[in-house]
């Protein structure tokens, strides 16, 4: 089974980018029809897609979040990461980096990262 493991800071400033890696293990990351994604969940509220990057290396973001958004990969590595830009105290959440699965119509995401919690502030 793929497990997915998430790294990076939980302090960042405002006006900073926010950036977290997720290291995939047991599949590869150019596995052909997988999308490799990236949620948030502020304090109280749902979850929220913040957008994902292909096997071939092709990215799609929320239109809300797409101007301060990059999420890219390292194939070497086995890695994705996701940069937020600019970020506010708003931008506090817990984020989660998950594997997206697509059957036709219908959309899985069906392995997770354990989540991490960032905190904007100075």
């Known amino acids: 089974q793929v497990q997915l493991h998430q790294s990076g800071p939980g302090l960042v400033e405002p006006s900073h980018t926010l950036s977290l890696t997720c290291t995939i293990s047991?599949?590869?990351?150019?596995?052909?029809?997988?999308?490799w994604s990236w949620f948030r969940q502020p304090p109280g509220k749902g979850l929220e897609w913040m957008g994902a990057?292909?096997?071939?290396?092709?990215?799609n973001y929320s239109p809300s979040l797409e101007s301060r958004t990059s999420i890219s990969r390292d194939t070497a590595k086995n890695q994705f990461t996701l940069q937020l830009r600019s970020v506010t105290p708003s931008d506090t959440a817990v984020y989660f980096c998950?594997?997206?699965?697509?059957?036709?119509?219908?959309?899985?995401?069906?392995?997770w990262g354990q989540g991490t919690q960032v905190t904007v502030s100075s």
């Open positions: 998950a594997r997206e699965v697509h059957y036709g119509l219908t959309t899985a995401h069906d392995s």
């Open positions: 047991s599949a590869a990351i150019t596995t052909i029809g997988y999308y």
């Open positions: 990057i292909n096997y071939s290396g092709s990215t």
